[in-house]
């Protein structure tokens, strides 16, 4: 079979970051193998691929070149000054293109975040990715081209275009929870240091530091009730995002101890069990509600719930709502959809935990119902709609709130990250306000009353603080724009669509087909009668949909899973036990459906030229 080169369009964009202030071209990187990396710093599923690729940037040091190409969903994303400190908060060691008008993503059709382009040395397109797990695969595709290039004498080893920032100092780094201890002080995820911080109550004397070589970017904090505190034998559990564990502290000795996760992220969409035997995926909050720990597992887009025995050996998880589909549906709490759920707390009369789901700009809640838990949503609208605008909680928007508190009349603040704003919801009244703003990148709010009153303490994560806000009289209305995520719309006719999602399995693996099909899709439509036909979760990678002819516009959710094992080295054959690799991907794909337009569509999960 012929192979059919592309050549790699030029990276174009508003700027380059960690490169010196030089500017980046493809010309300047042939003869190495480049990795483009298409993310942006609001998405859970990039951060896993930017520590999935770590490994790959040290093996290859001077033969490959990574490169970010960041293409923003939201508005907060396009700030030149916001993406920089996201680069440094997420330790990116490589090049990134600044793409805020999704030039350089368009030019490579990405229609996913993340997305991983292969170009070879000579400068043509060799395979492209989409979603994670491809460590594997792509390390053994970059070792083919090395080896082809190296033969073919096309290949160079040297410095890449790489210049690391200076390391800046301040006392907190990109904080990102914050929790009242009892006596005046508070638990503050300090998440660039790696450590929980015991503050005093002028926020800005240390009275400890927890997790030293312990944590990786930790974020929820969490003040265990005093009975539960003195029977399991600590005070505080904190969710660590990076090492995908939830761990526990010990005030009086500083003592850190692991009660739930493995150190491995969870690659299926669900799990239960012995807590410290089932891995997690990027926790990021935590709340106690009916005497359990409720975990924000930001990575699978669900609750968990993690409940704690007097020995860590006998704690245990199970899932507590979602599907692990990306997406805002409300309803019976195990078909319910969320979008990286980041911010948790418990309401006053424990009726119900409020949710800060992030990539929805929602703000929701679980409860308890007569067959169980249930979820419910009160502002947002979906995916890919976002903005500043109070007034009716109907047509309220947020953009990517991360945290939550109860106010003491019973309404919720919301930390509405991306605007900058404290956000409120009054349940009575139906309506949106803001209490605050100019805030920098707030990710969590707590209510601290004393004898001088009542009022917010924020964290300000990209102001490396936590600061006190006071609680107006009189909120402020804003009607700020109402805005959509910058995508470019797929045009497909009404009726008969052919879907199909391209895999080819990396170099030494082959699908499992020895129990069935190890391939399975799963499609949804918003709204839900775009779809006539062929919504739901069957096997295979290609299926015919029957798309409305009354509906001009929405999004088709496609959710593929795909699982190849190794093979033999010198038969191919699979092993009885052979070691074996999930491979997945959620698309939301806009579309528009028009007379004439094409009756296919293509995606590609793991493609290679």
């Excluded at 907060?76 to 400190?85: K, M, R, T």
């Excluded at 319910?336 to 980041?342: C, K």
């Excluded at 502002?379 to 939550?404: R, T």
């Excluded at 006071?470 to 009404?494: F, H, K, W, Y």
Aim: aromatic share 6%; with cysteine.
């Amino acid at each position: 079979m012929t192979r059919i080169r592309v050549r790699a369009p030029e990276l174009l964009g508003r700027g380059w970051l960690n490169t010196g202030g030089e500017q980046v071209r493809l010309a300047d990187l042939r003869g190495k193998v480049v990795v483009l990396d298409f993310w942006t710093f609001c998405c859970v599923n990039c951060l896993h691929v930017l520590d999935e690729l770590r490994p790959l940037e040290r093996e290859f040091a001077d033969q490959l070149v990574l490169v970010g190409v960041h293409s923003p969903k939201f508005e907060h994303e396009a700030d030149p000054v916001a993406l920089e400190q996201a680069v440094e908060r997420y330790a990116v060691h490589h090049p990134v293109l600044d793409d805020p008008e999704l030039t350089t993503w368009g030019a490579y059709t990405a229609r996913a975040w993340p997305t991983l382009v292969v170009i070879d040395p000579e400068g043509y397109i060799v395979g492209q990715f989409s979603g994670e797990g491809h460590a594997h695969g792509l390390t053994v595709l970059v070792r083919e081209l090395l080896e082809e290039h190296r033969a073919k004498g096309t290949l160079r080893t040297g410095d890449g275009p790489y210049v690391a920032p200076e390391p800046p100092a301040t006392a907190l780094r990109f904080p990102g929870k914050v929790a009242a201890v009892g006596d005046g002080s508070y638990l503050v995820s300090d998440t660039a240091h790696h450590e929980v911080v015991h503050l005093e109550a002028d926020l800005e004397t240390e009275r400890a530091r927890y997790g030293g070589d312990t944590f990786d970017s930790p974020q929820g904090v969490l003040m265990l009730p005093l009975d539960v505190a003195e029977r399991v034998g600590y005070d505080a559990v904190v969710a660590d995002s990076v090492r995908h564990q939830i761990f526990s502290i010990r005030l009086s000795d500083g003592q850190v101890r692991a009660q739930a996760g493995t150190g491995e992220q969870l690659r299926e969409r669900s799990g239960s069990g012995a807590a410290l035997k089932q891995p997690l995926s990027t926790p990021w909050d935590v709340a106690w509600w009916i005497d359990r720990v409720v975990i924000a597992m930001a990575g699978t887009h669900q609750l968990w719930a993690l409940h704690l025995a007097a020995d860590s050996k006998d704690n245990s998880v199970a899932v507590l709502a979602g599907t692990s589909q990306e997406g805002l549906r409300d309803g019976d709490a195990h078909d319910a959809w969320m979008a990286q759920p980041s911010g948790l707390a418990t309401s006053g009369d424990g009726s119900k935990v409020w949710i800060a789901d992030s990539e929805t700009s929602a703000l929701r809640s679980i409860s308890l119902s007569d067959s169980g838990f249930r979820l419910d949503s009160y502002v947002g609208k979906g995916l890919f709609d976002f903005g500043h605008v109070d007034g009716p909680a109907s047509d309220a928007l947020l953009q990517h709130p991360l945290g939550v508190t109860e106010l003491p009349d019973g309404s919720v603040a919301i930390a509405d990250t991306y605007n900058g704003a404290i956000r409120r919801f009054d349940p009575a009244t139906g309506e949106v306000s803001t209490l605050a703003s100019d805030l920098a990148e707030p990710s969590d709010v707590l209510v601290e009353t004393d004898s001088d009153g009542t009022r917010l303490l924020v964290v300000e994560s990209t102001a490396h603080r936590v600061t006190r806000v006071a609680i107006p009289a009189d909120a402020a209305r804003v009607s700020g724009a109402a805005l959509r995520t910058q995508r470019s719309v797929t045009e497909v006719a009404p009726g008969a669509l052919r879907l199909s999602v391209g895999f080819v399995p990396p170099t030494g693996q082959k699908l499992d087909k020895r129990y069935g099909d190890p391939t399975q899709l799963t499609v949804s439509a918003t709204p839900e009668g775009l779809l006539v036909s062929g919504a739901g979760a069957a096997q295979g990678l290609e299926r015919t949909l029957e798309l409305s002819g009354e509906i001009t516009e929405g999004v088709l959710h496609v959710s593929v899973r795909a699982a190849a094992c190794d093979g033999a080295p010198v038969t191919g054959e699979l092993p009885e036990h052979a070691a074996c690799h999930v491979y997945q991907q959620d698309w939301g794909i806009p579309v528009s459906l028009i007379e004439g337009a094409t009756d296919r569509l293509e995606l590609a999960l793991r493609a290679t030229d």
